[in-house]
Structures are given as C-alpha cells and as structure tokens.
C-alpha cells in the first residue's frame, strides 16, 4: 500500500477512533441532571459531616445555676431526649423532645463564694431560688447560638477543603444552618413539659424513688419548703451571736470538745453545717456513729471526702448503711480513725468502738441479736483494754445495753431521734453515780433524700460535749437542731451535767431564732425539752 493511500484511510477512521473513546466514559458524566445530582449529594454528605465535627468540637458551653457550675453539652443523636448528670450518684434521664440533638447537663462543681453568700444572706436564698428557671435558659440560649455558629462554621470549612469553590462552600454553610433551625423547630414542637414528673434513673440514683418516694410529691411542696428554708437560712447565720450570752460551763483551752454526729445519709448539707459548727465552736475531734451513706455503694465513697476539710481529728464506726468499702474510703482520709472492736486515743480520750453487725440498707433484715452480740464483744474489748475508757460508740442502741457500768458514756444514733437515757444492769445494783449515761443522736443529714417524703422533713441534728481535762468526764453538752418544714427555726440547747449524780440538767433556756423557745428550766434531770429537743 502507498504512503497516501495509507493516510487516507487513518483519516477516513478517525471519527470512529474518537467515538470508540467517548463510548468508554461513564454515562453519568455524559448525563448533565444526573452529575448535578450527585455533586448536590456530595455537598449535603459534607455538610453533614461537617456540623457533626463542629457540635463535637465546640458543642458545649458552662455557665451558673445558682451556686452550681453546669456544663451544658448538645450531642448528635437519633432519638433526643435530656439527660442531668451528677457524679458520682449517677444520672436521670427525661424523655424531654425528640429529634436529632441529645441536651446534656452536669453539675461539675458547687462555688463556695457562692454558697457562703447564700447561707449568711437569707435575700441572697430567694434570689437564687427565683433566678434559677434564668440561669438554666440563658445557658440553653448561649449553648443554641454557640452550636449553631460551630454547625455552621465546621460545614464551610470541610467544604473548603474539599472542593475550594466559593459556591460549594456557601452551599455547605446554607445547609448547615437549614439543618440547625430544623433541629431546633423538632426539638420546640415535641417537647414534653411533664418529663420531670417521669425521669429515669442511672448509676447511683437508680435507689432514688425507694428513697425519696414520689417526686411528684416532693414537687408539689416545694413552694413549701422553700418558704420554710428561706426563714431557716435567716436564722442560721443568728444563732452563734446569741451562743456568747448563754450561762454555759465555763470552757477553756483545756476543755476536749467533741462534735457528736451520727446518720449523715449522703446529705451533702450535712457537711457545711459540721464545718461551720468546728469552726465557731472550736471543735477538738468529731465522732461519727454510723450511716454516713445510704447503700454503701462505691461511687457513694467520694462522699466522705469532705472529712479531710474539716483538718480536726474524725472518728468514725459503721451503721447498717455503711459497707467495707465505705469504712475504707473514711479511713482513707488523713484526720480519720475507723472504729471496729478497737480503742484508741485522741487528745488524752479514751474511745472504744465497733461497728453495726448488720449491712441492710433495704431494713429487710432485724438481727437484734447480731447488734446486742456486738455490745457484748466491745464490752470486753473495754475491760481488757487496759486503761479507762472515756467514751464508747456503737450505732445502734441496742448495742450499748451490755456497756451498762462499763463505761461512763456511750454514743450511738440509727433512730434519727435524739434520745438520752441511764443505763443500769438488770438486777439494778448500779448505783446513780456509775450508771451509764447514753447518748443517741438524732439525724445530722435529716434522713438523707428520705426526709423529704414527709410532711415535716427530719430536722438536722448534732451535740457539742464538752469533756473536763483532769478527769475526761462529761461536764456539759449543747444539743443543736436545724429544723425544717413546721420547725424554721435554729435552736440550741444548753446542758450541764449535775456534779452529784451526773444526770444533765438544763441551766438556761434554748435561744431559739425563730421566734419559738425549745427547752426548760427544769431542774429534772430528764425534763422536758431538755435532752431532746427534736
């Protein structure tokens, strides 16, 4: 074949050469519709993702609620809903609205500012009640523009990384937006205001309904005790500067001065109460008779943290609430000493303890037994101690019955009522003088959560003793009680044992900040109001 007959045919076929290579291209790159549908995909995938990245980067924000620091976080998710996170206790969980966010709450930390202004304020109670529904939605409010402003934003970035192309990118920014007011307008259609009345618990609050009984109850009374508290808060900043007028036994710097609590139940109140009562009494060491938590539970074991605070001596026995691992964390704690079957000795007192028999924070179980057994058990640990022994503790009072005559004073709680009786052994031969003298206190924690169910929650309850240096015998003792709903008052008992027979008798009248007088002149040694004020 010639050389020009043979560029002739190559150029006869160079329109099917270039037919056969487009017929090799995919057919939606030859279909206009179908590539601008697959690039609008593409831009929507983007920006999905990218408000995804945004809400777990910057979708949380932390602002007050009242004396509380929240953390308020949105978390991408298919069903909605609510969740109150409270380490450690756990969780309740509010089937709040529906839609594609999750809210999260945490109360991280309580400011102590905050709370001393509240409690030396009693306005300052009011304000933070009332301003409370303010707070919780101005931190909804800055949480819904941060997450909308980072939904946005992470969107026309990914797009700008992707495809550099102005459009596109404003694309992914529209989109974006569209999809947070969707969110938005879903979660305000559905949402369901009587959630609070139906939460589910996680963690540690799963035992909240057995404890606190019907929230809805609670709630109805809130107005209640709010009110109540308000005038409790105005009157706990007046009792100590009614304290320095009281004719008391004369204590000096050698005086022990004992802070006797007992019952706490996780109540975190409890502890800023106890801190302030070693303060402005100048308490020496505080002795502890059990119930400290509720279920004994380890997550309930950063409770008793709050112990080292306190930088006073800690002396602490097991209730029936109390587990292993709850005496483990107590003494874990720098200023604090566990008690079970043992004696040791603080600031030249002599204690003995031991610890409840019995682990039933469900009450299923009786063991009186059990608990009597244990007496017997430290009564003979006390006579073989070699020294006396100035003070026992025990939680039940069951278990001070066989103490009779052993020792001069027993300290116990459990019945969250304050009690004071003499001992004496059954055949009677006790004579007044040596008969021993128990103690029971009442509820420091007022029941814990379980206070509340009543209609007059347990009043907070606490004593100072105070023991003569000489002899380590009890010579006074102030019984102080924080009521609550039918009791807004702040009373304080003073007490002084009779140096004939030992049996306390009251020497002035309780001032009562409330308007109310607790207490007698009674020359009884039991009189009435005198030893139990509650």
């Known amino acids: 074949m010639s050389l020009r007959a043979f560029l002739e045919r190559a150029r006869s076929t160079r329109p099917v050469l270039r037919l056969r290579r487009r017929s090799w291209r995919p057919a939606f790159v030859r279909r206009p519709r179908v590539r601008r549908t697959a690039s609008a995909l593409g831009v929507i995938a983007v920006s999905v993702v990218g408000v995804v990245i945004g809400v777990l980067l910057a979708g949380s924000t932390t602002d007050d609620v009242g004396p509380f620091e929240a ?17 450690p206790l756990g969780s309740l969980h509010l089937a709040s609205h529906y839609g594609p966010a999750h809210l999260q709450v945490t109360l991280q930390a309580l400011d102590q500012e905050r709370t001393q202004a509240i409690v030396t304020d009693p306005n300052a109670l009011e304000r933070a009640s009332d301003g409370a529904v303010d707070d919780v939605s101005r931190g909804v409010r800055r949480l819904i523009w941060q997450v909308a402003g980072a939904s946005v934003l992470g969107a026309m970035l990914l797009g700008a990384l992707i495809y550099r192309s102005a459009r596109r990118v404003a694309g992914c920014g529209a989109i974006a937006l569209v999809m947070v007011l969707g969110t938005g307008m879903s979660a305000a259609g559905t949402f369901r205001a009587q959630s609070i ?8 609050l799963v035992n909240a309904p057995a404890v606190v009984g019907d929230a809805r109850a609670i709630a109805d009374r809130y107005e209640e005790y709010r009110d109540q508290l308000q005038r409790l808060v105005a009157n706990v900043g007046r009792i100590y500067g009614t304290v320095s ?48 938590n509720d279920w004994g539970s380890e997550p309930e074991g950063s409770y008793v943290d709050a112990i080292a605070a306190l930088r006073v001596p800690y002396v602490f026995i097991r209730g029936n609430h109390d587990s292993a691992s709850t005496a483990a964390a107590v003494a874990r704690q720098p200023n604090a000493t566990v008690l079970d079957n043992t004696v040791t000795e603080i600031d030249g007192l002599v204690i003995a303890g031991i610890s409840d028999p019995r682990f039933t924070p469900d009450k299923t179980a ?63 031969r006790i004579p007044p003088e040596g008969r021993t003298l128990l103690m029971v206190q009442g509820s420091t924690g007022g029941a814990g959560l379980r206070g509340l169910e009543k209609e007059e929650p347990t009043p907070l309850e606490m004593s100072v003793l105070y023991f003569d ?66």
């Open 366 to 428: 009786d063991g009186a037994a059990s608990v009597e057994g244990s007496g017997e058990s430290l009564a003979a640990t006390v006579r073989v101690a070699g020294r006396p022994v100035n003070l026992a503790m025990v939680h039940d009072p069951i278990a001070a019955e066989p103490l009779a005559g052993v020792v001069p004073l027993v300290l116990a709680g459990h019945r969250h009522k304050r009690e004071i009786t003499r001992l004496d052994q059954e055949d009677g």
């Open 245 to 292: 007028n009281l004719p008391v036994y004369e204590p000096d710097t050698t005086t022990t001065r004992v802070l006797h609590v007992s019952d706490l139940h996780l109540n975190p109140a409890a502890w800023s109460i106890i801190g302030t009562v070693v303060e402005q009494f100048d308490i020496d060491m505080v002795v502890d008779t059990g119930d400290i």
């Open 197 to 204: 009345q139906e939460p589910r618990f996680e963690g540690l």
């Open 71 to 87: 953390r308020y976080s949105v978390i991408p998710s298919l069903t909605g809903g609510t969740e109150v996170a409270i380490p």
């Open 469 to 534: 240096d000489t002899d380590k015998s009890l010579q006074a003792y102030d019984d102080i009680t924080v009521g609550g709903t039918g009791q807004s008052e702040v009373t304080l008992q003073r007490n002084l044992v009779r140096p004939d027979d030992k049996a306390p008798v009251v020497r002035s009248p309780s001032p009562s900040v409330s308007g109310s007088t607790s207490g007698s002149g009674s020359g009884s040694p039991f009189g009435a109001g005198s030893p139990s004020p509650s």
